[in-house]
């Protein structure tokens, strides 16, 4: 069997599923396709930044989400181990209405968008269907082959998305080489129920530690807790208690939170990886999200890189239509666009990666530095709360601007108003 289609997605998680649900706005005819059997049920940490809720809001699905599986969070305080505070930060400082971060249950903010795509005419989402190949004449991608539980079936379409993740199979078949990189530490992220409500998040740095706290709706919070990369099963062999005393250790005055943590179904392992390509198109054919790029959490923004990735392609798509060119050259434009945010976000990640996770005594003692800098000075603090936030498509910090981190050099600017997040 073969089908048409304008648009074709391999993958309907956060950069496929906003990708169909921004094209049936515009009466743009796609298929989308997971292997999975459904919408993911697992458990995850959501923390949407502002601008995945800019994404959410122009796609009309934002004040769709459930008022009992959302919480609105502005205050983020890092912490030494053991609990000295070094910074806090106000979301409230960032222009309204996208002044907070928005903490979801699990999966909430996705289930919301698949619905949305599931409304559109325009949309075929297919579920328990793999990607098996590429259709090509010559060296134009001109559409794909799936496996699914109706058989083989093949999909002319004008356009191929690959928004299937790090391991990618599109771009596999595209022969685009990647640079994957797996890091040593992954994040065991837990969800319990407080006594106590907390309503500000908490995130705590030391010798080769991490702990994050982040209030969800209710009574829950959220934590995730930095590992070794596939530790997993001897952390659980150690047992809950000993996980209980380590996170108390580094923040004493939760104990009697972590006391919530009962059972390992609580539970859940994140690893983490990072994704490095020459380029994310090819004629006919387009790579986003993790496939093209994916990054450190520590840059709290790959979730939201590939729904921006996702609006960017679909203002690009109708003008390609409407001139038949889905050549590598007319869809370069829309990697131009995105990949020096991405790159700065991929860098910044990885730099936050050396000085969040060190073991080495000075340089966790210049990040404390910094950190204490960044409380006391609030034109620096900006400029990382923009970054964090999405807001910003430059580098927080300039050359002076990271000598001036460290505290050793005096900051004239410090109390100016704080420019616009996306200026520099």
């Known amino acids: 069997m073969t089908e048409q289609t304008d648009v ?29 059997s459904g919408p993911p049920q697992g458990l995850r940490g959501e923390i949407l930044q502002p601008n995945g809720q800019m994404v959410l809001d122009r796609l009309g699905v934002l004040q769709s989400l459930p008022a009992d599986a959302v919480r609105s969070v502005r205050h983020f305080h890092f912490c030494r181990a053991g609990g000295l505070r070094l910074c806090s930060i106000d979301y409230g400082d960032l222009p309204p209405p996208y002044n907070r971060a928005i903490v979801t249950l699990p999966n909430v903010a996705h289930h919301a968008i698949v619905a949305a795509v599931q409304q559109q005419k325009s949309v075929t989402l297919r579920y328990g269907t793999s990607f098996t190949g590429l259709l090509r004449e010559g060296d134009r991608v001109v559409g794909l082959s799936t496996q699914g539980p109706d058989g083989v079936h093949t999909i002319r379409a004008k356009v191929v998305v690959g928004a299937d993740g ?3 199979k599109v771009r596999e078949a595209l022969q685009i080489p990647a ?3 797996l890091y040593p530490d992954g994040y065991l ?16 740095v030391g010798h080769k530690t991490i702990l994050g706290l982040f209030p969800a709706t209710g009574k829950k919070v959220y934590l995730f807790y930095m590992i070794p990369k596939g530790s997993m099963e001897a952390v659980k062999q150690r047992g809950i208690p000993a996980l209980q005393q380590a996170w108390s250790q580094i923040a004493p005055q939760f104990t009697g939170l972590f006391q919530g943590l009962k059972d390992w179904s609580q539970t859940a392992y994140m ?16 790579l986003i999200g993790d496939a093209a790029h994916a990054m450190n959490p520590h840059a709290s923004q790959g979730r939201m890189q590939a729904m921006v990735d996702a609006m960017a392609l679909s203002d690009l798509l109708p003008g390609c239509l409407a001139d038949r060119d889905y050549s590598a050259g007319r869809l370069k434009e829309f990697e131009r666009v995105r990949r020096p945010h991405v790159t700065m976000l991929q860098e910044l990640a990885d730099q936050q ?23 006391r000075n609030p034109r620096l603090r900006y400029q990382v709360l923009s970054t964090t936030a999405g807001l910003r498509a430059i580098p927080p910090f300039s050359s002076i601007d990271r000598v001036i981190a460290t505290g050793f050099f005096p ?13 520099s």
């Open 353 to 375: 990666v050396f000085y969040w996770n060190t073991e080495n005594p000075l340089v966790a003692f210049l990040r404390d530095r910094v950190f204490q800098t960044l409380d």
């Open 166 to 168: 790090a391991f990618s």
């Open 8 to 36: 074709a997605v391999v993958g309907a998680g956060g950069g496929g599923a906003v990708l169909a649900l921004a094209l049936a706005k515009q009466g743009i005819s796609t298929v989308v396709l997971d292997q999975a």
């Open 411 to 423: 900051d004239i600017r410090a109390h100016e108003k704080s420019s616009h997040p996306m200026s």
């Open 189 to 204: 992220i837990a969800i319990i129920e407080s006594e106590e409500p907390i309503s500000e998040s908490f995130y705590y």
């Open 179 to 181: 640079d994957l990189y």
């Open 271 to 286: 690893p983490t990886g990072r994704v490095r390509t020459p380029t994310w198109v090819a004629d006919g054919a387009v």
